[in-house]
């Protein structure tokens, strides 16, 4: 999507959109209303102010849309199409590492209360087993900043990854 559709889209299109990135709805709506940006950069750097304001409660709400690592993401629509493209190096892990991995998970589950959240993008199978292993010996608000964290990275590049600057748009 051009920027300047984004900009001009309805309010529910434009919502619609956002909730992609990170269904938090308080973020998603500081978003939509304060269109026009710009540019994409100005777009990104309004999201990831934002997002820096994130808390334990807004993470809970949306890891309700985020599928464990490691298994294949289901339902239709852009929200799981994001999240099949960012674990697509799951695809061909070794069935140790991805027993690894959902083993990771458990542990994390029964340890945090919620599913383990890491941008998988750009991230082998074996470093997000490392990371979980890891992450699973943080105190409860190291690990709440971390899994923050992790969600504002996956908001910012599915952001960059559906609006480009109009002027893109004859490079493309």
């Known amino acids: 999507m051009h920027l300047g559709d984004f900009n001009s889209a309805d309010a529910a299109s434009a919502t619609a959109t956002v909730a992609v990135?990170?269904?938090?709805p308080s973020w998603v709506e500081a978003l939509v209303d304060s269109r026009p940006y710009a540019s994409?950069?100005?777009?990104?750097?309004?999201?990831d102010t934002a997002a820096r304001m994130w808390s334990a409660a807004d993470l809970e709400t949306a890891l309700a849309h985020h599928p464990r690592?490691?298994?294949?993401?289901t339902g239709v629509g852009a929200e799981a199409d994001a999240?099949?493209?960012?674990?697509?190096?799951?695809?061909d892990a070794a069935a140790e590492i991805t027993?690894?991995?959902?083993?990771?998970?458990a542990a994390y589950e029964e340890r945090f209360g919620r599913v383990f959240l890491i941008r998988a993008a750009g991230r082998s199978p074996e470093e997000m087993l490392a990371e979980a292993r890891r992450r699973l010996g943080n105190d409860d608000d190291t690990e709440a900043a971390e899994a923050l964290d992790q969600l504002r990275q996956i908001a910012l590049l599915r952001l960059r990854g559906a609006v480009t600057d109009d002027a893109e748009e004859g490079a493309a």
Do not use: C, F, H, Y
């Not at 994409?40 to 999201?47: K, M, P, S």
């Not at 690592?69 to 993401?73: A, D, S």
């Open 83 to 91: 999240s099949r493209r960012e674990q697509a190096s799951m695809t």
């Open 99 to 105: 027993a690894q991995i959902a083993a990771a998970n």
């Open 40 to 47: 994409v950069d100005a777009l990104a750097e309004a999201a």
């Open 21 to 24: 990135w990170a269904a938090i």
């Open 69 to 73: 690592i490691g298994e294949k993401p």
